[in-house]
């Protein structure tokens, strides 16, 4: 299973943004220091350094910060938000990678429209 939020259009960085909170919550925020999954996920993922910052600022209650902290290259890595052909490619790679089941949150006005067109590449 793979996804996160799904926005189709030109201004991914935009939507890409929406993710940050969620981003910090979970590299931040899930569990104690050196008891949770997703900064070590991060951590694997080559974040080493901005997870240990963005738990840092987590946990000293600045959420702000934290989702500040959180690089852009991460938020592009665990969303589906960009032109429609970016997204669509990026659907694709998770097929190749095994993926079968796409678990997304459709950002933008029309969220049944988005889910419909991404079904329909399936």
């Known amino acids: 299973m793979a996804g996160g ?3 189709i259009g030109q201004d991914a960085a935009a939507a890409r943004d929406l993710a ?6 979970y590299v931040g925020g899930m569990g104690a220091v050196g008891k949770n999954f997703y900064n070590d996920l991060a951590v694997a993922y080559g974040y080493e350094e901005e997870a240990r910052t ?3 600022l987590y946990l000293a209650g600045r959420k702000r910060d934290a989702a500040a902290a959180v690089p852009d290259e991460l938020c592009e890595l665990t969303t589906l938000c960009g032109p429609e052909g970016y997204v669509r490619e990026r659907v694709e790679a998770f097929r190749e990678a095994g993926v079968t089941m796409l678990n997304v949150t459709p950002v933008g006005p029309e969220p049944a429209r988005l889910i419909e067109t991404v079904k329909s590449w399936l």
Do not use: D, G, N
């Open 5 to 7: 939020l799904l926005a």
């Open 20 to 25: 940050r909170p969620q981003i910090a919550l």
């Open 54 to 56: 963005i738990q840092e």
